[in-house]
């Protein structure tokens, strides 16, 4: 699990970018912290199971943890899970994120 400090405790970005992926929506902005922080909203929409909700949190979040340390600071990040996530492992999930933070350039 992610620290408290790099959880956003309000979902409101400030002028946010958004980018779109096969399994998420990105919405990103610019922060005045000096590390990344990140948020999940996954609405009943995917799926109305929460043991569903959950999993696809946690398939979030266990990504950014481990790349946790080459991402670069100060930009805050909120993810939107579309319903195509559910079917996808672990894995596809993982190497969806770290290239699209290659590609935008936030990972160092």
Do not use: C, Y
């Amino acid at each position: 699990m992610l620290k408290k400090i790099n959880r956003l405790s309000s979902l409101r970005l400030v002028n946010p970018r958004s980018i779109n992926s096969q399994n998420f929506v990105l919405k990103t902005a610019k922060n005045t912290f000096d590390m990344p922080r990140f948020g999940f909203v996954i609405s009943k929409k995917v799926d109305k199971s929460a043991v569903a909700r959950n999993s696809i949190k946690r398939k979030l979040s266990m990504t950014i943890e481990q790349i946790f340390d080459r991402i670069e600071g100060g930009n805050d990040f909120i993810f939107f899970p579309k319903a195509s996530i559910l079917d996808a492992s672990r894995e596809n999930v993982a190497r969806e994120i770290e290239e699209l933070f290659q590609k935008e350039r936030f990972i160092k």
